[in-house]
């Protein structure tokens, strides 16, 4: 029996010796543990990239924090009511937040209706992980504007008497609520700002002495001081200058039998005539509290003078009226051009109604001193009644408008407010269908249309009125 092989430390399996690559090449084959150098390398990536996106979300906290207190502070610097200094209101809440060393600038604009602030801010941000970059630290900087503007604003206050308002309290509620409008606008904290001219109309718009003084007009008698208008001067907002006017004719047209002289269709009375760019709210509202209904509509003429003074037309009107004391000073170059970006203009149109006929007496009887002076004493229905054969009324007048012509040239004239960015809100108080229609059209959207009944009137005023002042207050 043969003995077994024995292996000799160093030897092969047959006893030979082992070379050094013997001794080598089990160890290059044996992988165990090879995969911990790849995640240890892994790991080092990922805690460089973590720690970059660390100090990145570090750095925005701290940008955020700037910022934010940045825009908190320009914007209760910049409030106009705001009494202390802006750039201290700016110093003192970057301060409180701990950013007083982050503040680089503070910048203030003022005017007589406007504030605005600026300020920047830099910081930096240590850098950590990401020095592995090259980057030592990371910016922080802010900036942050804030403005509150009081825009001059032009009113023109459009106002229905006609007969009709003496229905259901409509004048008593208009009154109502043309006084809480005037109190809201002209609140008293920048009357100075705001010019309201109130412009009562019904058959037509007596305009008054201290305007129409200051037209060219052809005067026929000195009762009342209503303006005609040739048809295409409806196609302009504007006041033609130029040209020379015709004054209304003076008498009443009713079918009573009395001689009743109260209801002119060119308003007679003092207190309706036009009350042109106005802050005095005290003489404003005693005006609306002596309006008396009378005559026909004419919603038509009423808003041609409303767009008229909103108009740069009748600066040289206005510009005569402060040199005589009748407007205050305040309001020296109004009305203001229509790209004048401080100043708001808009019209506040009111009706309880619809267009209707309107009718004047033919040429041929109102030509001379006594046949005006006639029409003066008589009401024209009363006088032609007792004096005139009835087959001989209809030779006395004629019809200068009808709904279907006044519908129109309000469509005309609206389009052209609108056409120069004048803002229209307008009411339609107790209105048909069809004058709801009429002035949802003139409206400068369906939203500055409202349709109301009763005291809602009032809410419809003080809406406009708030809607007015937050336009004019723009941050």
Same mark, same amino acid.
């Given at each position: 029996m043969k003995p077994a092989l024995k292996k000799r430390p160093g030897t092969g399996v047959c006893g030979s010796p082992l070379t050094a690559e013997g001794r080598v090449l089990p160890f290059v084959k044996d992988e165990d543990g090879a995969m911990s150098y790849v995640a240890i390398t892994g790991a080092l990536i990922l805690m460089i990239f973590g720690g970059m996106g660390i100090d990145m979300i570090n750095t925005e906290l701290k940008r955020n924090k700037i910022q934010n207190t940045l825009d908190r502070a320009v914007l209760a610097a910049a409030a106009l009511e705001q009494p202390l200094d802006p750039e201290a209101v700016v110093t003192d809440y970057m301060a409180k937040m701990g950013l007083a060393d982050n503040l680089t600038s503070v910048n203030v604009e003022h005017g007589l209706n406007h504030r605005t602030v600026t300020a920047q801010a830099r910081g930096t941000n240590p850098a950590n992980f990401t020095k592995l970059l090259g980057v030592e630290s990371m910016r922080t900087d802010g900036l942050a504007q804030a403005e509150e503007r009081i825009a001059k604003v032009e009113i023109s206050m459009v106002l229905d008497i006609s007969g009709s308002m003496k229905d259901n309290n409509r004048l008593e509620n208009l009154q109502s609520a043309a006084t809480t409008f005037i109190d809201t606008v002209l609140d008293g904290d920048s009357q100075d700002l705001i010019s309201v001219s109130l412009v009562p109309y019904s058959e037509h718009v007596n305009a008054g002495p201290l305007i129409t003084d200051r037209m060219n007009v052809n005067w026929k008698h000195g009762y009342s001081h209503c303006l005609e208008f040739p048809n295409s001067e409806f196609n302009s907002a504007a006041?033609? *200058?130029? %040209? @020379?006017?015709?004054? %209304?004719?003076?008498?009443? =047209? $009713?079918?009573? #039998?009395? +001689?009743?002289? *109260?209801?002119?269709?060119? &308003?007679?009375?003092?207190?309706?005539?036009? +009350?042109?760019?106005?802050? $005095?709210?005290?003489?404003?509202?005693?005006?609306?509290?002596?309006? @008396? &209904?009378?005559? /026909?509509? !004419?919603?038509? %003429?009423? %808003?041609? =003078? /409303?767009?008229?003074?909103?108009? &740069? #037309?009748?600066?040289?009107?206005? #510009? !005569?009226?402060?040199? $005589? /004391? #009748?407007?205050? !000073?305040v309001f020296q170059g109004r009305p203001a051009a229509y790209n004048d970006v401080e100043t708001l203009k808009t019209v506040v149109l009111m009706t309880d109604g619809q267009h209707d006929r309107s009718f004047r007496i033919q040429n041929w009887a109102y030509d001379s001193s006594s046949e005006i002076a006639n029409w003066d004493r008589y009401n024209l229905w009363y006088y032609l009644q007792r004096n005139v054969s009835s087959r001989s009324w209809g030779t006395f007048y004629t019809q200068k408008y009808d709904a279907n012509l006044g519908d129109s040239l309000l469509d005309d004239v609206c389009d052209a407010a609108k056409a120069n960015n004048i803002v229209i809100w307008s009411i339609g108080f107790e209105v048909t269908d069809h004058g709801a229609n009429v002035m949802r059209q003139c409206a400068s959207s369906p939203a500055h249309f409202f349709r109301v009944e009763g005291t809602e009137i009032q809410d419809a005023f003080y809406s406009i009125a708030r809607a007015i002042n937050q336009l004019r207050l723009t941050q």
């Open positions: 006041l033609n *200058t130029t %040209m @020379r006017y015709e004054q %209304m004719q003076h008498f009443q =047209w $009713n079918y009573f #039998s009395d +001689n009743t002289l *109260t209801d002119t269709i060119c &308003p007679r009375y003092t207190y309706e005539r036009i +009350n042109p760019f106005s802050q $005095n709210a005290a003489a404003l509202k005693a005006q609306v509290a002596q309006l @008396r &209904p009378r005559a /026909g509509t !004419s919603i038509f %003429m009423g %808003m041609k =003078w /409303g767009t008229a003074l909103l108009d &740069p #037309s009748t600066r040289n009107i206005a #510009s !005569s009226l402060i040199q $005589n /004391g #009748s407007v205050d !000073s």
